[in-house]
């Protein structure tokens, strides 16, 4: 069983069930899922989410509790560009910054009610307003990351990920790496429904002996955590260090200014 086949079983089974919630389909996408606040819940209570001043999170629906709590908490939240299109990939949530430029146009309306911090980070948050609060930044000024929040398609206990295919994630981490932004210290979690456990009680992958082994770039979770258990996986898999040029075709690498600046001379 390869990881598209994977994918293609689990987001069945969150299109034949009713755990998933919008945007529909499932398909093709980090699955949003019912109790993604409860999920969020529990992994706020993980000394991991305690210990982090900065997190990295991924932009997709079913982690956007994840990044309102982190800016409500005081954390600063880095989310990458859409397919790191930009020279400068990262877009970083300052919360001071955001309540500052919130309470900026509040005075500009002309109103007297008391500025709604908490509604700034709800526009914040959302994939369209990260673009509009986040500042673009170069991966060089990316400080170092606490905590990485990353979405899945589907994971196993022992930290093993799968996400929607196009790898970006794994890329980030490769970037970051490099730089030291990312090391041994920084903790990686997910929040996902138990039918993305793939050797859960829920999973609807029939023998979990036919998952595919992870591949040499996929960055392995520390922390798997769903509605109903946080699971510390005590992962085996070793962590990428820096970038796997190998994996990468001439096509993406054209299209990614931030790799393309790095890139080793190929023959």
């Known amino acids: 069983m390869n990881k598209q086949a994977v994918r293609?079983?689990?987001?069945?089974?969150?299109?034949?069930?009713d755990q998933?919630?919008?945007?529909?389909?499932?398909?093709?996408?980090?699955?949003?899922?019912?109790?993604?606040d409860a999920a969020r819940d529990r992994l706020t209570e993980t000394d991991a989410w305690a210990s982090?001043?900065?997190l990295k999170c991924n932009p997709d629906a079913p982690q956007l509790p994840v990044r309102r709590a982190a800016l409500r908490?005081?954390?600063?939240?880095?989310?990458?560009?859409?397919?790191?299109r930009d020279a400068d990939p990262f877009l970083r949530l300052d919360p001071e910054a955001i309540a500052a430029d919130g309470s900026e146009a509040h005075r500009a309306s002309g109103s007297r009610a008391k500025?709604?911090?908490?509604?700034?980070?709800?526009?914040?948050?959302?994939v369209s307003g990260i673009s509009t609060y986040g500042t673009p930044v170069p991966p060089e000024d990316v400080p170092h990351v606490d905590l990485v929040v990353a979405g899945s398609v589907g994971v196993t206990t022992d930290g093993a990920r799968i996400g929607k295919g196009e790898g970006?994630?794994?890329?980030?981490w490769g970037v970051l790496s490099e730089l030291g932004a990312v090391n041994d210290t920084t903790a990686v979690a997910t929040t996902v429904h138990e039918l993305s456990v793939l050797d859960g009680p829920e999973s609807p992958i029939?023998?979990?002996?036919?998952?595919?082994?992870?591949?040499?770039?996929?960055?392995p979770l520390d922390l798997v955590v769903t509605p109903e258990r946080t699971i510390r996986t005590d992962t085996p898999y070793p962590r990428p260090e820096g970038i796997d040029w190998d994996a990468i075709d001439d096509e993406k690498l054209d299209a990614i200014p931030v790799l393309a600046e790095r890139a080793p001379r190929r023959e």
Request: proline letters at 11%; zero cysteines; glycine letters at 4%.
């Open 52 to 54: 982090a001043a900065t």
């Open 168 to 172: 970006y994630s794994d890329l980030e």
């Open 8 to 17: 293609e079983t689990v987001w069945d089974a969150f299109e034949a069930g």
């Open 206 to 219: 029939a023998d979990a002996a036919d998952l595919p082994a992870p591949d040499a770039y996929d960055v």
């Open 73 to 84: 908490a005081g954390k600063t939240v880095y989310v990458a560009q859409p397919r790191l």
């Open 20 to 36: 998933a919630r919008f945007p529909f389909p499932p398909h093709d996408r980090i699955p949003n899922f019912a109790g993604a």
């Open 115 to 126: 500025p709604d911090d908490d509604a700034d980070i709800d526009d914040a948050t959302t």
